[in-house]
């Protein structure tokens, strides 16, 4: 019951967006339009992994707010990798909502720092490649699991 055209889709203008409107356009604005679009990709994935424990009657309904989407999934499939996953999520959801601070835009080591519990989280090109990375695993892992 995986749906291609959901997750996958909005991975593929996150990867647009970060090998090619970063590339040339080095500010946090983009980058934020990342985030939101690995976001997306994260909610898509959730959505299409719970309808496949629906359609296979683990589960019964489905939530309807994201975060509570991912807390369901996170009750209904108790796996450790599924645990790391929904933490990242998560963060990237903080991140999302978080008042932010910019430095170097323009330039090659463009970052946004974000403040969490009294700790800086500097969100730079490389980290976003990280970010991006597990997105990407993320999809693959939820493609396999929950064909």
């Known amino acids: 019951m995986y749906e291609e055209n ?59 707010t994201p975060i509570s989407r991912a807390e369901f999934l996170k009750k209904s499939y108790k796996r450790p990798e599924m645990n790391d996953f929904l933490k990242f999520y998560m963060l990237l959801k903080f991140i999302d909502r978080a008042e932010y601070t910019k430095k170097e835009e323009y330039k090659r080591h463009v970052a946004c720092t974000v403040m969490q519990d009294d700790e800086a989280i500097e969100i730079n090109i490389d980290k976003v490649h990280e970010y991006f990375n597990k997105t990407k695993d993320f999809i693959y892992y939820t493609k396999e699991k929950f064909k």
């Open 6 to 64: 959901s997750a996958i889709e909005e991975l593929k203008r996150a990867d647009h967006l970060l090998f090619v409107t970063l590339k040339y356009t080095r500010t946090c604005d983009v980058i934020k339009s990342i985030i939101k679009r690995l976001i997306s990709t994260f909610d898509y994935a959730i959505i299409d992994a719970l309808e496949s424990l629906k359609k296979r009657k683990k589960i019964k309904d489905i939530p309807l």
